[in-house]
Structures are given as C-alpha cells and as structure tokens.
C-alpha cells in the first residue's frame, strides 16, 4: 500500500539561515518603477475609481512625495503588467503628470490575483454596496475555481469548496455573515440604474434584494414608477411583486398599482403621468423647469375661473 505523501515541507537552507535585512532586500528586487503605458487595469474591476476631491488630493501629494505605498502588479505572457491593488494611485499618477508607477511585482495566478485585489481594497474605509456585491462575487468565483485556499496565506483545505462554504470564508474574513454575503451578490443582478439608487441610499438592502429576481425589462418598468412618482418601492412592496413575477403575472398596470399605493408615512401626493404631461408642455421649456411651469399654468388658470365667475354674477 502506497505511504500518503506528507504535506509537511523541511525549510530550506536559505530560508533558515536568513536574515530578515536579507529578505526585506529580496523584496525591494522586486520593486520598480514601471511606466504607466505598460500597466493595464484588472479585468471587471469592482471598485470605482473617481476623479474626484479625494482624488485631487491623492495626486497632489504623489506630485509632492511621490507613491508612499508601492502598487501591486503581476507579470502578464505579454510581458506587459496587470495591476492588482492600487487603481488610485495609478490614476492620481496619470493627473499628477507622472509616467511611471512605484510598484512591487509579486507571482500570482490569476485567482490569487482576484483575491489579493479584493482584500486589499476592502481595507478602504467606504466601500459602496455595489463594489462590495462584485468583489463577494469575484471573490466566491475564485475559491470556488481554485479550491485550496481561502487566501494567499493558508495551508491547502483539499476539495473544492461548496458555495456555502465559500460564503461562510468570505463573511468572516470581511465581518459579514454568509446570508449577508449573499445578499450583496444578489445585487449584482440588479440593472445598472437601480444598483446605483442602492449606492446612494435610496433603495435599501432588503427592497433591493428581491428586486433583484425580477426579470430586466420588469427592472425597468420599476425604475420608470420610481421616476415617474418619486418614490422607491417598500421591502413589502418588493416582495408583492417578486411573487407576482414568479407567477409570470407582473405586468406593467401591476406594478404601476404597487408603486402608486399609498404608504403609512406618506402623505397623499398627486401623481401627473410624465408621458401625458410633457407633450402640453413647449418643447423650449427644459426639464428641470417642469415644475414651475405647471405651477403658473395651473395659476394662470386658476385666476381666468375666478375672473369668469365674477363676470357671471
């Protein structure tokens, strides 16, 4: 009977007898200025990278001090480089007028990448909820291909993973529970306009949660109500809906219906049919103007019924 080959490996001689001065120059080898025309951003990035303040800032303090915090990069076939973990600073580079990155080269593959690249960013003290759904997503995707490690450190786990387990991993390593970690990855199926009313807050987890199973054009005839009434739509609502849809019973007028109810912390509103309104409206006035030209309109009218009905006296 063949003996089970050991997963225990003796340390090298190197290893043994070397000094941490010796391995902190090992690792400097491998940090080099690369020109920022051979980097290429990581495919389907989940985290946005805005030129915004923040930005701004960032750029201004590399054109002063230069890149602090090298940049990670993998070696691509092409021999060109692929960056793991440092978007922004790329990009404030690019602004400061700089051509080069400050970057630590490291041997992945490419699901080592993804998951390196995911964990770095989620040191980030704001991650939107949509970043977070894609980075869970990326991150299952690559445990469940590689199969022996839940990241770059641990010792090999043997079979694949099962989703559950996957899930599990990835919460406790980011403070979410598995149920959670799968909620965001729900929203990854949301259409791209009503992922970013979650971002900012206008649509909740829950709601958008079971937003999330309805088909895309059904998507759109909610994000259209949720136009239309300037509203978005309760957990309860969603639900309504999720089951209808299910049924193949959602039509328009259905959630039309739902949307326009009602809610107990609403007061009655008055609902003016966008498509029904527009075309009274000249085509000079811009849209955000909509508003104040009802309001005199319906002013304007209202004083010819008042002078109308003096004149009948």
Do not use: W
Request: hydrophobic residues 30%.
């Amino acid at each position: 009977m063949a003996k089970k080959k050991s997963d225990f490996t003796l340390p090298t001689l190197d290893s043994l007898f070397s000094t941490q001065q010796e391995r902190e120059y090992e690792k400097l080898d491998k940090i080099r200025d690369i020109p920022l025309e051979l980097i290429d951003d990581f495919p389907d990035h989940p985290y946005k990278v805005k030129d915004d303040e923040d930005m701004m800032q960032l750029a201004e303090s590399i054109k002063e001090r230069g890149v602090l915090t090298p940049a990670v990069l993998r070696q691509k076939d092409d021999g060109r480089y692929e960056l793991v973990s440092g978007h922004r600073r790329k990009r404030a580079c690019e602004l400061a007028g700089l051509t080069t990155l400050r970057s630590e080269i490291k041997d992945l593959t490419r699901d080592e990448a993804i998951m390196y690249m995911v964990e770095s960013n989620f040191q980030r003290t704001t991650i939107l909820p949509s970043e977070k759904a894609f980075a869970y997503k990326m991150r299952l995707e690559a445990m469940n291909r590689q199969g022996k490690r839940s990241d770059l450190t641990s010792d090999p786990l043997g079979g694949k993973y099962t989703g559950k387990e996957s899930a599990e991993i990835v919460g406790r390593d980011n403070g979410d529970s598995q149920t959670q970690v799968r909620r965001y990855i729900r929203l990854t199926n949301l259409i791209p306009e009503l992922l970013e009313l979650v971002d900012e807050g206008k649509i909740k987890m829950r709601p958008a949660v079971e937003l999330s199973y309805l088909s895309e054009a059904e998507q759109y005839d909610v994000l259209h109500e949720i136009e239309v009434n300037d509203c978005t739509p309760s957990h309860d609502q969603t639900i309504r809906m999720r089951k209808l849809s299910e049924k193949g019973e959602l039509e328009t007028e259905a959630i039309t219906a739902i949307m326009t109810e009602l809610k107990p912390n609403q007061q009655e509103r008055i609902v003016l049919k966008a498509d029904r309104v527009r075309k009274l409206i000249p085509d000079s006035v811009p849209l955000n103007k909509t508003e104040e030209y009802i309001c005199k309109a319906i002013e304007h009218y209202s004083k010819y019924l008042k002078n109308r009905s003096e004149r009948g006296r």
